[in-house]
């Protein structure tokens, strides 16, 4: 007979993951790092016991909220390039539903999340438990069935013997560069402390080798045929081209047949920002110089993206009708968009195979000082950008439509002359040349995947497929335990840090040196913009006391500085690009964590550039403003592709 070992649920699990391991291209690393968590009851005294007993290498960190650790988790995961993990566990109820934007951010990121949220009973016998959802129409519905369409895998363990097959389903999924995402295992409450004699076997080390398959040889050629038919075409490097680690192949790719690219906000950073071709982002954020190109381009080679509306700018950026899509995917599911001709394999392999049929047929696009005239066109905006500064009462910033309280009463109220371009080119100076950046919701991320540059692959953190705040202050963390030798910066709005900050004592917990720069502009100033230019008035965007109907009256202040300093940060706050840089300076003698509470002027925020996004705006409206934008909006909408 089989030897077998008697422990409960909750230790098994402990010690079937501290057995895990990656191989890629021959390099085996330990797939889980350990775990964050918030303990409650649900929890506590189940898996609670278990890491308490006998951890074995997994390390235990606390988190303060339970959406912030798994945003950790996800950060962690993502700039280790997924091939490693921290796995998070709540109790049951709230905390578990705490954690659903965060898978939901996993699965559309496709970045391997690992949750174990507590469940009520199994038994039912003390039903209902604290926290439980009771839900007339079915005793078997609880809270942690909402992460079912959120997770690439969902189980519920109801008997002891099935935490095996679920873990290696888990484990399935986690390390399948195509299909990864979040994956839920429900714990009973019950079950998380009952004891079962599982097989040895289980618990032996297991290396979970990520491949690297190759496409097709029909696809290859339907690809290479697509492509040498085409004079000017344009790649765009995705996320995948970062997590394939394909980024110097994407450069001699384009080197060699002549190919600008472009990138998307999960790709930037694969490529050097200083290669030849690369044209920064593309898109609704996108430089001017990616998006002209872009526009008359008449091949697309879309590589491991997945041609969101913020890359393809609402499908309206590729609105030539004789355009051909190329993909190249290691999903089957995104390399089938806008019926694109398409290989599926891995990026770098793939690009390799390509590439000999693009030889064989002495393929060279039809360029000739274009891009190196589109980048130095872009040069030039650059540099207008990073020297934008106030000038009195006479300034006027990019985005001209806003409240014209807004800018003097921010000016009184908090002394502030930064300009957000101004400030995002002051950090890039400062900050070491292979320092890493990080960004997620609101204007932020526009201005950066626009303005931001690194030689230092992985240097560009952004999560944006599913553009969650609150995702920024809990990513440092995660970063900066993926790469603890380089320093960390996250970009956050005010708005943003508001919604969920409270992962800083973790990060002072686990004495980690991070830098926070909060841009302080009193409000949500890209969802701002976008009513505004719609036609629509300022609406519950900016912080304002309320006037009673609607939130109208003065602006409201929030002193930051004191916000870090509270938590034991070194904290500074910054009303002009001179403080601001010798408050980065002095930031690199710390060794603890820094807060930098920035005083931006709102509406200094980069615009346009030659991009449209496709918005639900009201077709029937009794402002003449509002059915302006939505004649505009209607022909944009016929000049995209329509699928």
């Not at 888990?170 to 009952?194: F, H, K, N, Y």
């Not at 070491?432 to 609101?442: F, L």
């Not at 409000?523 to 109907?549: H, P, Q």
Request: aromatic share 8%; with cysteine; hydrophobic share 35%.
């Amino acid at each position: 007979m089989d030897k077998t070992i008697r422990m409960t649920v909750a230790q098994a699990i402990v010690k079937f993951l501290d057995q895990q391991y990656i191989l890629m291209d021959g390099a085996e690393n330990k797939f889980v790092e350990g775990f964050f968590t918030i303990f409650g009851h649900g929890i506590a005294v189940g898996l609670g016991e278990a890491l308490d007993s006998d951890p074995g290498s997994l390390r235990v960190m606390q988190g303060r909220n339970e959406q912030g650790m798994c945003h950790a988790a996800i950060a962690f995961a993502k700039q280790s390039n997924r091939k490693r993990i921290i796995a998070c566990t709540s109790s049951i109820g709230p905390g578990a539903a705490n954690m659903l934007p965060a898978c939901a951010t996993a699965t559309v990121n496709n970045i391997p999340l690992l949750v174990f949220p507590a469940d009520s009973f199994a038994s039912r016998r003390p039903d209902p438990v604290l926290q439980q959802l009771e839900q007339p129409s079915s005793l078997a519905l609880t809270t942690n069935d909402a992460f079912r369409p959120l997770c690439r895998y969902w189980d519920r363990i109801t008997r002891p013997e099935m935490i095996m097959t679920a873990l290696i389903q888990a484990m399935r999924v986690l390390t399948d560069p195509a299909d990864t995402g979040a994956c839920a295992i429900s714990l009973c409450q019950d079950v998380e402390g009952e004891a079962y004699d599982f097989p040895e076997y289980f618990f032996r080390k297991r290396v979970h080798r990520i491949t690297r398959p190759v496409a097709a040889e029909e696809e290859l050629t339907d690809i290479a045929e697509a492509i040498s038919a085409s004079k000017r075409p344009i790649l765009i490097v995705g996320g995948g081209v970062k997590y394939s680690e394909a980024g110097e192949t994407v450069e001699n790719f384009c080197r060699e047949f002549g190919i600008p690219f472009g990138e998307t906000q999960a790709g930037k950073s694969a490529c050097r920002s200083s290669d030849e071709n690369c044209l920064g982002g593309i898109g609704v954020t996108g430089t001017l110089s990616a998006n002209r190109i872009a526009a008359e381009a008449d091949c697309v080679i879309a590589v491991g993206s997945r041609l969101s509306d913020f890359t393809t700018a609402s499908k309206w950026l590729f609105g030539r009708r004789d355009i051909r899509i190329v993909t190249i995917n290691n999903s089957r599911f995104h390399a089938c968009k806008m019926d694109a001709v398409k290989a599926v394999g891995d990026a770098k392999r793939t690009l390799l195979s390509l590439s000999e049929r693009l030889r064989e047929r002495g393929y060279h696009s039809s360029y000739t000082t274009e891009i190196r005239e589109a980048k130095e066109e872009w040069s030039r905006e650059m540099e207008r950008l990073s020297e934008i500064h106030y000038t009195g009462s006479d300034f006027e910033p990019m985005i001209r439509e806003r409240d014209p309280r807004t800018i003097p009463e921010f000016l009184e109220k908090t002394g502030g002359q930064i300009t957000q371009t101004a400030a995002i080119a002051a950090l890039r100076k400062c900050m070491p040349e292979d320092g890493i950046v990080i960004t997620a919701g609101g204007s932020l991320p526009s201005c950066m995947q626009r303005m931001w540059t690194t030689d230092k692959r992985g240097a560009y953190h952004a999560e944006y497929g599913y553009s969650c705040m609150g995702y920024e202050v809990a990513a440092t963390l995660g970063v900066k335990m993926a790469e603890p030798d380089c320093e960390v910066y996250c970009v956050v709005g005010d708005g943003s840090f508001q919604m969920l900050h409270s992962e800083i004592m973790t990060i002072q917990q686990e004495k980690r040196k991070v830098n926070i720069l909060i841009f302080d502009n009193c409000g949500f100033g890209c969802i701002n913009n976008l009513e505004m230019t719609r036609g629509i008035g300022s609406l519950a965007t900016e912080f304002r006391y309320s006037g009673g109907r609607k939130p109208d009256g003065e602006l409201i202040l929030v002193d930051y500085k004191k916000i870090g300093e509270g938590y034991g940060l070194k904290s500074y706050c910054c009303r002009t690009i001179p403080e601001l840089t010798a408050a980065l300076e002095d930031a690199k003698k710390e060794s603890g964590s820094c807060l930098f509470d920035l005083k931006v002027l709102p509406k200094t925020m980069t615009d346009g550039y030659e991009a449209w996004w496709d918005t639900g705006l009201a077709e029937v409206s009794e402002k003449e403003s509002v059915r302006k934008a939505y004649r505009e909006l209607s022909r944009c909408r016929e000049e995209a592709r329509k699928y």
